[in-house]
């Protein structure tokens, strides 16, 4: 079952725009990542971010946690066209403690030169 | 480059065949994991390997199943395939000290 729910489902922005994705999940988690997925192909893992952090940068990414509302938010800014792809947040299956990863449908988003 | 590894890319085959979908992963990693997406499911964890033990299960269908070698590659075998199994597959290893899951470039299964 999905865990997490990536909103918006869709996101189309101008080049040097900053791009804004959020992410909600449903149980407690340990970590959550977030991944990028250019069309078709594989997953690339962008950043993690603990359970008792609030935020993380990792160049033109900034990720933020807030657990109380279970939510996370991913911000890219500047974009370029090579941002184009999906990204998805991944939550680990806490109850579970073997790491596996329950990932949202994601957000798509489209970035035009 | 993730450093997993994963062949083939492309399978195409028919229903009620069977395959076999091969998985290294990073050096030094002893876990494996196995995703499913399809455009109805998302990506769904299927099983989990440690050290050659089955560690976790999840959404696996009963005529899919997998296994980790001594040398730690990982093989999912799935048989009697059906329409529905067409996805692609992917497979991720785990980095230890800070649980980030790397992902292979995945395989595509097309069940014609």
């Known amino acids: 079952s999905q865990q997490g729910e990536e909103d918006p489902q869709a996101l189309s922005i101008q080049e040097g725009e900053n791009a804004t994705m959020n992410c909600s999940y449903k149980?407690?988690?340990?970590?959550l990542q977030w991944y990028r997925q250019n069309s078709g192909r594989g997953l690339v893992h962008l950043i993690l971010?603990?359970?008792?952090?609030r935020e993380k940068h990792s160049g033109r990414l900034r990720v933020t946690l807030d657990t109380s509302k279970k939510s996370s938010s991913l911000l890219i800014t500047a974009s370029r066209a090579a941002d184009t792809a999906s990204y998805f947040c991944?939550?680990?299956?806490?109850?579970?403690?073997?790491?596996?990863?329950?990932f949202g449908k994601g957000t798509k988003l489209s970035v035009k030169p | 480059d993730s450093g997993v590894t994963q062949t083939p890319k492309h399978l195409i085959t028919a229903t009620g065949q069977r395959v076999t979908l091969r998985c290294s992963p990073r050096?030094?990693?002893?876990?494996v994991y196995w995703y499913q997406q399809s455009l109805d499911q998302g990506l769904q964890f299927l099983i989990q390997?440690?050290?050659?033990?089955?560690?976790a299960k999840g959404n696996i269908l009963e005529r899919f199943s997998a296994q980790q070698f001594p040398d730690l590659h990982s093989e999912l075998n799935l048989s009697s395939l059906e329409l529905g199994d067409s996805a692609l597959y992917f497979c991720?290893?785990?980095?230890?000290?800070?649980?980030?899951?790397?992902f292979g470039p995945g395989t595509r299964l097309t069940v014609l």
């Open positions: 991720a290893s785990r980095e230890g000290t800070t649980d980030t899951q790397y």
């Open positions: 149980t407690s988690i340990n970590n």
């Open positions: 991944a939550t680990d299956d806490y109850g579970g403690s073997q790491g596996n990863l329950i």
């Open positions: 050096s030094g990693d002893l876990s």
């Open positions: 390997y440690y050290n050659g033990e089955e560690r």
């Open positions: 971010i603990r359970s008792n952090e």
